[in-house]
């Protein structure tokens, strides 16, 4: 049981309304247990859950002044890859697990003190790694996992080269994806994924920058094996991601029933429209292509996926503004891989350019909330909510620096101290 935690004076941000608000934060147990407004002159005025204190008054909490800070839900980064420790991703069938694990943990770790509490990976992440960070083994944000995505022959989950005809796939291995052709064998290997505890099922629905065979612009999995993937979802009360970079791949995946579009980069105004329809979700990751092609040869990205990344650099920047003008609902995600991951946070400066800082924050905590299926849980702070800040000492909406450069002063995870300059080990 975590100890009780009163963090005043916290002048923090309701994403929903763009409001700045100064509170007293109590927290028990991990969650947000009272929060006591503040009027203008500093007198407590109660708006709380009805609790009268009665109740663990015993518990003394201790006590965080967080007076003149600015204050920011835990962050959520909604597409990462917490295994992906080199950009060549066929490599990472060959790596040990144990070995793997650990670059995890250190890719996780830096994660947080970023300020990212929370993270879904979307393609390799897994229940092991979960586990450990649940239970307190392993430092780092909160991971929703889809385990291994799902991709047929020849499509982006697939890794090998044009003449390597045997798969090197092992499945406990650190590799992202699993083989799987026709509705049955979709259906089949959903369904393992599900087992495994995944809190989504990833699908290959076109082609990718990091697959050595296949075309950016091709369709991949028909719609019903897609539709397989979904029902099998479904049934387990979880949902769909797919990675579509284009119309057609988007469409498909939306007429399936798929709730979850990654990074949309060709996505033109009447998919952005379609997308409004099926109230999906959407989640670009600019700051991927914009590494790729600054440091991707260096870190490992084969030259035949070097020559795809202009394909989508600057059709990304369009897209995103297609998604902003029609409203979507956007999410914060990253996609970087090995070495490049130390550039998460520039995703906010690229992002920036094109939207409003609230927007581009609430991308990263109350929108990304509902895509996770955890409204009201994660991404706000309220009653009853993971008790999971950012404390920053600018404000966020008028420098997106002190997100996109970051350096806070404290990060918050379940009511626990977890990093920050101020952290004290």
Not at 42 to 68: F, N
Request: with cysteine; charged share 25%; aromatic share 4%.
């Amino acid at each position: 049981m975590n100890a009780a935690v009163r963090f005043t004076d916290a002048h923090y941000l309701d994403p929903h309304t763009g409001e700045w608000r100064t509170a007293d934060l109590e927290v028990r147990d991990g969650r947000f247990h009272r929060i006591s407004a503040r009027s203008e002159r500093g007198a407590e005025s109660a708006h709380d859950d009805g609790s009268d204190g009665a109740a663990g008054d015993d518990q003394r909490p201790t006590t965080i002044d967080l007076q003149g800070r600015y204050v920011l839900p835990g962050l959520i980064d909604c597409h990462v890859h917490v295994y992906a420790m080199t950009a060549n991703l066929g490599q990472l069938e060959l790596i040990a697990p144990s070995y793997a694990a650990m670059h995890a943990a250190r890719l996780m770790g830096d994660m947080l003190d970023r300020g990212f509490t929370t993270v879904r990976d979307v393609a390799g992440g897994d229940h092991g790694l979960a586990a450990a960070q649940e239970e307190g083994m392993l430092r780092g944000p909160r991971l929703f996992f889809g385990g291994k995505s799902l991709s047929q022959t020849g499509g982006h989950g697939d890794t090998r080269s044009p003449g390597q005809t045997v798969s090197t796939s092992v499945p406990c291995c650190a590799g992202i994806s699993v083989i799987a052709d026709g509705p049955d064998a979709v259906r089949a290997a959903a369904r393992d994924q599900l087992r495994t505890g995944a809190h989504h099922i990833k699908i290959m629905a076109g082609g990718g920058v990091a697959s050595p065979t296949d075309r950016v612009d091709s369709l991949q999995y028909s719609l019903a094996e897609m539709r397989a993937a979904v029902e099998e979802a479904a049934d387990a009360n979880r949902y769909v991601a797919a990675h579509a970079y284009t119309p057609g791949a988007i469409r498909r995946a939306l007429q399936a029933g798929v709730r979850s579009i990654e990074h949309a980069n060709l996505m033109d105004d009447a998919t952005a429209e379609a997308v409004v329809e099926a109230d999906a979700f959407v989640t670009m990751n600019l700051v991927t292509y914009w590494a790729l092609k600054e440091f991707g040869a260096e870190m490992g990205l084969p030259e035949a996926s070097q020559a795809k990344v202009d394909d989508v650099l600057q059709a990304g920047e369009n897209a995103l503004q297609i998604a902003d003008r029609h409203g979507l609902n956007l999410c914060f995600g990253t996609d970087l891989l090995g070495g490049m991951q130390i550039h998460q946070s520039r995703e906010f400066d690229i992002r920036a350019r094109f939207q409003e800082p609230l927007d581009i924050i609430r991308g990263a905590t109350t929108t990304a909330a509902r895509l996770l299926e955890r409204e009201g849980e994660l991404g706000e702070i309220r009653d009853g909510a993971l008790a999971d800040l950012l404390v920053l000492d600018r404000d966020p909406l008028q420098d997106i620096t002190v997100l996109s450069e970051p350096d806070p002063v404290l990060v918050v995870q379940g009511g626990r101290v977890v990093g920050g300059r101020e952290h004290s080990a």
